[in-house]
Each structure stands twice: as C-alpha cells, then as structure tokens.
C-alpha cells in the first residue's frame, strides 16, 4: 500500500508541566508543502520534533513517517563552530554524496545563499542572517524525503525572505518533496502553503486548515485570493494574540 499522507491521530503531548498537544490529528500530504501558524507557545515546534523522531507522542500515533530521511532547520542555526563555512555543509554531507558530488553541492549551494566567498570563515565571523542561510543550504543539500523548516527566514530581511520562499518552490518544483513549514509570517504561508494550518492558543486546537491548491506562479503579493485570506489569518491570529496580551 502508498502511504500518501503523514497523520497524527489523536496525539498527547506534555512537556514539563505544559500540556502542549490534547488528541491533536491532522495530516499532511506526501509531497506536499504543509504549513503551520499560530501564536508563540501553541506547538508549533513541538508538532516538528514529533515529527523529526526527536519527541515521542504521550499517546495517539503519528504514521506516515517510516523510512523518510528528514533534514530540519531549526529556530536557532546550531552550526559546528570549529568548523569553516564549507567544513559545516561538507560534514552534513559526508557518505550521503560522493566526494566529487558533495563539492559540486556545496559551491552551488553557498553561492546561491550569497555565501561562497565565506566559505573559508568560521561561523563566529557570520551575522545571524548569515549563519542562518548557512543552516538552510544545510538542510537543501542534504538528501531529503521530508524538509522540516522551524520559522526558516526569520532572522532576514524582506526581500531575501521573499527570494528564499521562491527558491523554497523552485527547489520544490524541480524534486517535489514533502515539506512542513512553521511560521509566524502569514504571507510566507500564503506563497508556500498548498495546505495551511492555523493553530489556536493553547488549548491548542486547529482553527481552520486552508486548501490551497493555487499554483504557485500565480500567489501574488498584494493580489486575490491572498489578500482576503490574509485578512482572515490576521483577524483569527490577532483573537487569539489576546488571549495571551488582553492588554494589546
Ligand atoms: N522542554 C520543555 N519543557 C517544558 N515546557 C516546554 C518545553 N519545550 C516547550 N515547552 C512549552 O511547550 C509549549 C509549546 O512550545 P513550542 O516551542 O512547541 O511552541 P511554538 O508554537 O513553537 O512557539 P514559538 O512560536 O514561540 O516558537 C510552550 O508553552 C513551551 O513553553
């Protein structure tokens, strides 16, 4: 049997003494860019180590997972730091490509991030952008079934994400691969998203899941239908910003 989605059915989560997830199910489509938004705190993270193996559910099952190599990118870059720029995607990469392979991967790589010429610098002389580009040309070389991206662009500026999420579809386009997308930008989710989840505060619940199968190429900034639907995120994500600021 194909196995065309990844579940989660009915999922408990409890970290510390914080009830994250409570019978939490969705799925996602294989092959698909599945996106996630909600406020801080509700999950969203914790949804990604589930699904990254890093984190067990309470109870519940989560399927659709075996046999995917995953690569993640974290909130934070967590690079090696006694190792160059280079070293970082060459150790990522070692006996998952060739040798010939894996430097053909890492010039394109760095040099599509605006990064080749630092290659032979050492994380602590990279800005937090930098170092964050660095992390994702990680995660893109490395051979993937499922792309795991926590907040991916946060650290750069407009423009560089917006050309990121471009390359994030052109990457995709080219190898469709399951990709599961947290954000707290709602236009990120809209030029990404073929499904996108709006979470609740906790008590985390799903707001409302979006389908859309728009193609990409005519997601717009500033047009229909991505306008109304921002709209609509931004009113349920600003309900329950005030559960937790009722003073804003
Ligand atoms: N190791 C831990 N021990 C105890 N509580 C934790 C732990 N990790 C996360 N939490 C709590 O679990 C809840 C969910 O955290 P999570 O990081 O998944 O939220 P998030 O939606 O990704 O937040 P943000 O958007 O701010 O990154 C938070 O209330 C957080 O304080």
Request: aromatic fraction near 8%; glycine fraction near 8%; charged fraction near 20%.
């Amino acid at each position: 049997m194909i196995v065309r989605l990844i579940k989660f059915e009915q999922v408990h989560k409890t970290l510390g003494q914080t009830r994250v997830l409570g019978d939490f199910s969705f799925s996602a489509g294989k092959n698909k860019i599945f996106c996630i938004i909600g406020p801080s705190g509700c999950g969203k993270t914790t949804i990604l180590q589930l699904l990254s193996g890093l984190e067990q559910p309470d109870a519940g099952r989560i399927t659709g997972l075996a046999g995917l190599r995953v690569s993640y990118v974290f909130q934070e870059p967590r690079l090696l730091p006694w190792k160059t720029v280079a070293g970082n995607l060459d150790f990522a990469l070692q006996d998952v490509v060739s040798p010939a392979e894996k430097q053909e991967l890492i010039k394109s790589y760095l040099s599509t991030m605006g990064l080749y010429e630092y290659r032979d610098s050492y994380p602590k002389a990279l800005s937090g952008g930098m170092k964050q580009r660095l992390a994702i040309c990680r995660a893109f070389a490395f051979p993937h079934d499922l792309l795991l991206l926590d907040e991916p662009f946060k650290s750069l500026d407009m423009p560089l994400r917006l050309g990121l999420v471009r390359h994030v579809v052109k990457m995709w386009q080219a190898a469709p691969r399951t990709i599961v997308f947290v954000t707290h930008d709602i236009m990120e989710a809209l030029l990404l998203g073929q499904r996108i989840m709006v979470l609740s505060a906790r008590p985390t619940e799903i707001l409302e899941t979006i389908d859309l199968d728009l193609p990409h190429e005519q997601r717009n900034v500033g047009e229909e239908p991505l306008t109304s639907l921002y709209t609509k995120m931004l009113a349920m994500l600003e309900t329950e910003n005030k559960k937790y600021y009722p003073g804003l």
